[in-house]
């Protein structure tokens, strides 16, 4: 029998669109034999509601409503972050938290890091160079990979940043499968390390799930300070909001997704 936790990627796709959608439309189809006007009404349903799970607008409102992220860390914020220089050694470190490998991209040869890490590790860089705090990666192999191919996230990382960003990590994190694994062995390690704040790099979508991980774990041993980034923002067009687009079928999900983890990891 499998872990029950092997099969969240199975399960995250059957309950997200368009499966339960598709759903609707299947049953619409078939009472159209029997309940005309019921059949009829569920195709509708189901084709609007597919429409709008592929619209941006609609992402952004769910995030808005439903998964509401922290506001983003202004210059002023950031500036207090610094370490002070009478301080031996930082007792702040960003962390950021891995969304995604490629076991093997053939342009590289090599494993690399999906857009989402690699959008979150551009931007703890980004913090590290404003405030001279050092970085630390967390992220191993997700449920749903091979464990047995390629590197684990933060060792990509670790060779991206040094050789893309110039920007060695001083910590490394590769043994997490998922958030609340992010939050045990980030906190074990970086604590050994006296570190006592911590600056989280994660999307916005991901930061509320992500905070109440690692408050859970951390239990208020460590101090947290959310740097949110990757906001879901409005097209350049107000009418392309809300037309089918890849982008707002993606964002709608990521959102449906995280409501749904929050629920199941009360």
């Not at 930082?90 to 938290?97: H, M």
Request: one cysteine or more; proline letters at 9%; aromatic letters at 6%.
């Amino acid at each position: 029998m499998p872990e029950i936790d092997v099969l969240k990627p199975v399960l995250v796709a059957l309950l997200l669109p368009p499966v339960p959608l598709l759903v609707i439309v299947l049953i619409g189809a078939r009472l159209l034999a029997w309940r005309r006007w019921v059949g009829r009404a569920l195709l509708l349903l189901g084709i609007a509601l597919i429409w709008l799970s592929c619209c941006q607008g609609l992402g952004r409102w769910l995030q808005a409503t439903a998964l509401p992220p922290p506001a983003p860390l202004d210059e002023a914020r950031i500036a207090a972050l610094k370490p002070p220089k009478a301080e031996p050694s930082p007792t702040t470190a960003i962390l950021v938290l891995g969304g995604g490998r490629v076991p093997r991209a053939p342009e590289f040869g090599v494993a690399d890091l999906g857009p989402d890490s690699l959008e979150r590790l551009r931007f703890g860089v980004h913090l590290a160079r404003a405030t001279g705090l050092p970085i630390a990666f967390s992220g191993g192999v997700g449920w749903s990979q091979r464990r047995d191919v390629g590197s684990a996230e933060a060792e990509i990382a670790q060779r991206v940043a040094e050789r893309d960003f110039l920007k060695p990590l001083k910590w490394i994190e590769p043994d997490s499968r998922d958030t609340v694994e992010n939050a045990i062995f980030s906190i074990r390690l970086l604590k050994a390390a006296g570190i006592q704040r911590i600056v989280l790099v994660t999307h916005a979508w991901h930061m509320p799930r992500t905070l109440r991980a690692f408050e859970r774990i951390g239990g208020g041993s460590v101090e947290l300070v959310a740097a949110p980034m990757g906001y879901f923002v409005p097209a350049d067009r107000a009418l392309l909001d809300w037309l089918p687009s890849s982008r707002g079928f993606e964002q709608v999900r990521l959102v449906l997704r995280e409501r749904l983890a929050l629920r199941v990891e009360r």
